[in-house]
């Protein structure tokens, strides 16, 4: 199993990344929580790793830190959740967040994801309950690592901040209207990518 990656960023399309490693290019899934985290294209980071396969493809999701990727392997063993719908919880919320809304049984915040419905929410609050304690034991920021590189010459951003917004929300499960209804709305002059893609979904939470 593949279970981290370091190497140069080449491009960065929430929620997709392509890592360099030595010539080899891996295409990464992140939650978008990972994703803001990332350096520039260009420079080099160090991304957690869990290889999924499946007749259909072999996908591999990227995480910043260890308890980040922890938390989702604890996600995709509940019951109804797989590996798109374990992103797209964490692209809405920071493992913090999630958190919270476990101790706090917090079903109206979660039913705001695309894909999780009360029934869902509801199984996510009984199972992960226990299995969040041992894992919020250590601190979910401590495992980032970025080493800066100057000799990469960037690749040319085409597209504009709305576009890459609406087209990350769109691979997280948000349907077309919602998406650029919520894009519409969050973005001022001058946003780059990222900072309209926090604010868009915040606006939906």
């Known amino acids: 199993m593949i279970g981290r990656l370091k190497g140069i960023l080449v491009e ?25 985290e990332l350096p520039a294209i260009g420079e080099e980071a160090l991304i957690y790793t869990h290889f999924v396969v499946r007749e259909d493809a072999q996908l591999l999701y990227g995480f ?3 308890q980040e990727r922890s938390l989702f392997r604890l996600l995709i063993k509940a019951n109804g959740v797989g590996p798109k719908l374990a992103l797209t919880i964490l692209s809405g919320m920071t493992a913090q967040e999630f958190v919270g809304c476990v101790e ?13 419905g009360k029934k869902t929410a509801e199984r996510l609050l009984v199972e992960m309950r226990d299995k969040l304690k041992s894992l919020m034991e250590t601190s979910m920021g401590s495992e980032r690592e970025f080493v800066l590189q100057s000799n990469f010459t960037p690749a040319v951003e085409e597209s504009s901040a709305e576009e ?3 087209a990350a929300l769109l691979a997280l499960g948000y349907k077309p ?15 780059d990518s990222e900072t309209l893609i926090k604010a868009a979904l915040k606006s939906m939470l």
Do not use: C, N, W
């Open 12 to 36: 960065k399309q929430a929620p997709e990344v392509l890592l360099d490693v030595h010539g080899v290019g891996y295409e990464l899934q992140m939650p978008l929580t990972s994703f803001y």
């Open 177 to 191: 209207p919602q998406a650029s209804k919520a894009v519409s709305a969050a973005y001022r002059e001058g946003m």
């Open 64 to 66: 910043i830190t260890k």
């Open 164 to 166: 890459d917004a609406i």
């Open 104 to 116: 706090r049984d917090d079903i109206a915040t979660l039913v705001k994801l695309p894909g999780v």
